[in-house]
């Protein structure tokens, strides 16, 4: 099992970036996931999480109204699209993925990240 976050990069306050969420050995459409991400000098933060019970999702507060989570079934492929970022958004991004329906906030699985640099 192998997950791989991508799409990072740099990018101005204000801009967008889509992050990706590739799998390899499970099937994303049955697994929650969670995106996770650690500025420098800082511990890991949850960002949101999408359950695959109904799909619905939670995010942080900081992150609400700016990043957005779908699902490409046919690509088994998860995409987290931030909006509107801000200095603070800067980190590495995580992606993750868990066997059970709900976000509970436990992952199974963890993909390397992808470094995004918010910066003018």
């Known amino acids: 099992v192998q997950l791989q976050a991508s799409g990072g990069g740099l990018v101005q306050p204000g801009g967008s970036l889509r992050l990706s969420c590739a799998a390899s050995?499970?099937?994303?459409?049955?697994?929650?996931i969670g995106w996770f991400r650690q500025a420098p000098g800082k511990e890991r933060e949850w960002v949101l999480c999408?359950?695959?019970?109904?799909?619905?999702?939670v995010y942080t507060d900081s992150v609400k109204g700016r990043f957005t989570i779908s699902r490409d079934n046919a690509k088994n492929a998860v995409y987290l699209q931030m909006n509107s970022l801000k200095f603070e958004d800067t980190a590495v991004y995580y992606c993750a993925a868990d066997p059970k329906r709900l976000c509970t906030g436990r992952y199974v699985y963890w993909g390397q990240g992808t470094l995004v640099t918010v910066s003018s």
């Open positions: 999408v359950s695959s019970n109904d799909g619905s999702t």
């Open positions: 050995g499970l099937t994303l459409d049955y697994y929650t």
